[in-house]
């Protein structure tokens, strides 16, 4: 493994993992909230099985693996602290910009495109306004459902959230944690209730303009236990790709007995990866 420092175009270096090396194909896996090795343990997997196969893995933080951690800003040259906390969801072009243009320097002629969770919607957000040809293959891992996620914040705390941005105060804490976990500013609250990254959904009619405009090729996955999905993972993940134009040409994985973090299954999961990238011709 190789530790890396990521440039954004923002300055904000993010932290990376490379798993490899001498490979010309590379699988990019973009981050959720708090998605780091600590939490997910199942990118150690990842990253060793798909060596083993001969493709490199990068293991890509976003702004949000932890709750605040110190980086530096390349543009200020001045140290800087981002998480969860702060994050802004504009961010989310920069961040998997930065990613694509560093494999690209680093020579890979394949990039796969994956993210999990919140990563997962980041990456549907990516490519449904960046038709990036870089990327030649997308998969979701586990696609965070926003709606059931943020089902216990009130309507009073969103309207504090509103007033306080509407106020010039979006860079305050609040003094609540959204969605009972999260120690935020308001300005990142607001981004998680605005919808932008609120693009996946149980119910057929939910807003799926962003996946309607992917133009990729991939992979879906879940595992059938993954509780943010109201108890049916399968119709979720189907009723995602029902509203991708590629929808038939992507393949479909239900992983069996495992929630959103593939407990316990972390090694199927990694083969299964390998061998769909194997099946691509990787």
Not at 109 to 117: D, E, K, P, V, Y
Not at 253 to 262: A, D, K, L, N
Request: with cysteine; net charge negative.
């Amino acid at each position: 493994m190789k530790k890396l420092k990521v440039p954004t175009k923002r300055g904000v270096l993010l932290d990376g993992v490379l798993f490899g090396g001498g490979s010309d194909t590379v699988m990019i896996a973009i981050t959720g909230i708090h998605g780091n090795f600590y939490s997910n343990p199942f990118y150690y997997n990842i990253g060793n099985t798909l060596n083993s196969g001969g493709i490199d893995f990068i293991y890509a933080q976003t702004n949000d693996a932890f709750g605040q951690i110190e980086t530096l800003n390349v543009r200020t040259n001045e140290p800087e602290i981002i998480g969860s906390w702060n994050e802004r969801f504009a961010y989310t072009d920069d961040d998997i910009d930065a990613y694509l243009t560093y494999a690209e320097k680093l020579g890979y002629r394949h990039i796969i495109l994956a993210g999990h969770s919140l990563g997962a919607n980041k990456v549907i957000y990516y490519l449904s306004h960046n038709h990036d040809d870089r990327v030649e293959k997308f998969i979701f891992l586990s696609p965070a459902n926003l709606t059931h996620m943020m089902s216990g914040v009130t309507d009073r705390e969103k309207d504090y959230i509103r007033s306080e941005v509407e106020k010039g105060r979006g860079d305050r804490l609040l003094p609540f944690y959204f969605m009972g976990w999260v120690q935020c500013v308001a300005y990142t609250a607001y981004d998680w209730i605005s919808g932008m990254l609120n693009n996946v959904h149980v119910e057929r009619d939910g807003d799926f303009s962003q996946a309607e405009k992917i133009t990729h090729t991939g992979a879906l996955l879940i595992g059938t236990l993954d509780r943010f999905t109201y108890g049916d993972p399968s119709g979720f993940l189907r009723n995602i790709n029902d509203h991708i134009p590629t929808a038939k040409q992507n393949k479909l994985i239900f992983i069996e007995g495992t929630g959103h973090t593939y407990q316990q299954k972390e090694q199927q999961l990694s083969m299964i990866l390998l061998e769909t990238l194997k099946e691509w011709g990787y």
